[in-house]
């Protein structure tokens, strides 16, 4: 999985309060009405397309007697070049002026800090193609839902985010779904995929869901504690860059394996021939770079936690294009797990709404009091 889009769904942070620094600048002072929705309609649909397009390509390429684990790895941050574009089209030349006095961090700092999350991310990035390989697609989203409660048990710990009733109800609920799926092994393995294989891959895919967390957690406490400042451009920077180590982590992994060896009479076997086998990788990467631009355009013009929680939504959607497109068996268990991860999802997200609210009544009353005195 991509680590941007993986990067809620990768720039978009951990889940942050609504109080807290990262939400953007009310919309209304950059942008009219009507194209604020456009721009923030517009980028919904780069995530969604993007994240849904690029795990059914992931899918597709194994299908079609695609093999190699670090090949699928590397297209998932491969295709980062293409953020150069919307960095050079929108730079952010006016820092606020809160960030504006505040000293940079060392160059050497900042760099330890990308080597660190790109290799971070590139390990999360196979554990996700393994998943994906083992698993059926619509099992695989399912699954990568449960990154909604990592996500808050490492927010608390690392970015003093408040367990409530509903938080707590939402992780409870997502790892009952998780727990459901585990358990369904006997009707979801065949005879391509052994019980063992199937066990892995779901024990990996949890374990990149969780990782994935942490990497978000690991981004907000980055831009909180070094880059100190979360503009249009720096986390764009952050992206490419970490991208850029992973994508180089992900060519040693292929060199180091043996498995470009392969790779010739891989893309021969094909099922639907050479150029097909080149196109779906070319369009994997592409798609993974098209999620990490909505990602990267929702933190700007909303809010990290806007974008965390679009991000999240596509997962319920794949496994409904993977019963049209791979014919997945969605079984009695599996569409309760996925009525239960909607159900944690609802949860998680009328919490966040709470917060909102609360904070936007917060800020009205400081308004008020400032226009007409204490």
Known sequence: MDELHKMELHMAGPSKSATEADRAPPPSSRLRSWQWWFVVALNIFFLLAGQTAATLLGRFYYDQGGNSKWMATLVQTAGFPILYLPLLLFPSTHPPPATAIIPHPSHAKIALVYVILGLIIAADNLMYSYGLLYLPVSTYSLVCATQLAFNAVFSYYLNSQKFTAFIMNSVVLLTFSAALLGFNENSESSADVSKGKYAIGFILTLGASATYSLILSLMQLTFQKVIRKETFSAVLE?????????????????????????????????????????????????????????????????????????????????????????????????????????????????????????????????????????
Do not use: R
Request: with cysteine.
């Open 238 to 374: 952050m992206q490419i860059y970490t991208a850029f180590v992973a994508s180089c982590a992900a060519v040693v992994g292929l060199l180091a394996s043996g498995e470009w060896k392969d790779l010739k009479s891989e893309m021969e076997a094909y099922g639907k021939g050479t150029v097909s086998y080149v196109m779906t990788l070319v369009w994997t990467g592409l798609s993974w770079q098209i999620a990490s631009v909505g990602v990267v355009g929702l933190i700007f013009v909303v809010s990290s936690l806007f974008s965390n929680v679009i991000s999240t939504l596509a997962l319920p959607v794949v496994p409904v294009f993977a019963v049209i497109f791979f014919h997945d068996k969605m079984n009695g268990v599996k569409i309760v797990a996925m009525l239960i991860a909607i159900w944690g999802f609802a949860s998680y997200l009328y919490q966040h709404y709470l917060d909102d609210s609360k904070a936007k009544k917060a800020v009205g009353h400081t308004e008020y009091v400032s226009a007409h005195g204490s």
